[in-house]
């Protein structure tokens, strides 16, 4: 973990901020057993579609956003959540600008 954030009361959506045109991510927990990373995209921005060999769940802070997996296109907002299972192609668009943290346990 982030030292500097360990053992501390954390406000997830505040410790990642919006810029403009660009997605900006920060790694809280990078460890081989897996990682949380929290997201800011701006109104628009998006990851393409892409896949990942572990499960991944992303859950949504502030905003709204639209998760596609396997090509079906789910619209979650502020305290939602779903999970990208392994290997299928997902790909995340900001309907608005919007935070997600996004938590994949390597196994």
Known sequence: MNDNLAARVLHTAELVGYQEGAVVSRTLVNQKTGTVTLFAFDVGQELSEHTAP?????????????????GQPFHLKAGEAIIMPANDPHAVKALTKFKMMLTMIRS
């Open 54 to 70: 572990y499960d991944a769940l992303v859950q949504v802070l502030d905003g709204e956003t639209e998760v596609a997996i396997a």
